[in-house]
Nanobody, 115 residues
Framework: QVLLVESGGGLVQPGGSLRLSCAAS????????MGWYRQAPGKQRELVAR???????TYIDSVKGRFTISRDNVKNTMYLQMNSLKPEDTAAYYC?????????WGQGTQVTVSS
């Protein structure tokens, strides 16, 4: 079992930045892939970015060049640096980790981009 806890969400103006953190209860090196998902009101949860154990990354088109995903296998923490935030980035952001057939989720952290 892996417990994931997100932090770093909040209210930010358009064009601003936030860094989300996802702290794991155990070694994240055991997780094959980790990712950040988001869910806006009335919409389905969508993948934002993923990072493999080896550090390979993928992003959805709408965040490319603005968001950066990273993981620190020593600190057992994953990050999402979000720059140039837009109102359409407003959502609850969830941390995810996959190990074999098992999927682990955090409780979510709210990001609101508004002036």
């Amino acid at each position: 079992q892996v417990l994931l806890v997100e932090s770093g969400g909040g209210l930010v103006q358009p064009g601003g930045s936030l860094r989300l953190s996802c702290a794991a209860s155990g070694s994240i090196y055991s997780l094959d892939v980790m990712g950040w998902y988001r869910q806006a009101p009335g919409k389905q949860r969508e993948l934002v970015a993923r990072i493999s154990r080896g550090g390979a990354t993928t992003y959805i088109d709408s965040v490319k060049g603005r968001f950066t995903i990273s993981r620190d296998n020593v600190k057992n923490t994953m990050y999402l640096q979000m720059n140039s935030l837009k109102p359409e980035d407003t959502a609850a952001y969830y941390c995810n980790g996959d190990r074999g057939p098992n999927r682990y989720w955090g409780q979510g952290t709210q990001v609101t981009v508004s002036s």
